[in-house]
């Protein structure tokens, strides 16, 4: 009988040991789940800011080019003027 139980001990502390580590890994895989679940939110939100500023350079780039359109227009229309004006001197 001492031996049933001095075995039925081992097994309780073997048992409340595995019952420890079970709880540790589900600790650990919790906290695995949790900073996988924070990066995928980072993640999405960089790639939110990275859409929201590749569409305000896209914005700024077009600005800046229909400035530079208008005002090698407006030269083109002056050079013309002058080439007119240089006509009508001869």
Not at 13 to 18: D, G, L, T
Not at 53 to 78: F, G, V, Y
Request: glycine letters at 2%; aromatic letters at 4%; one cysteine or more.
């Amino acid at each position: 009988i001492t031996k049933l139980c001095n075995k039925l001990t081992e097994i309780e502390k073997q048992n409340i040991s595995k019952k420890e580590s079970d709880f540790k890994r589900e600790k650990q895989f919790s906290d695995l789940e949790k900073r996988i679940e924070n990066i995928t939110s980072e993640r999405d939100e960089y790639g939110y800011i990275s859409r929201e500023l590749r569409a305000q350079l896209k914005k700024k780039t077009t600005e800046l080019e229909l400035k530079m359109m208008s005002k090698e227009n407006i030269k083109q229309e002056e050079m013309k003027k002058i080439s007119e004006l240089e006509k009508q001197m001869e």
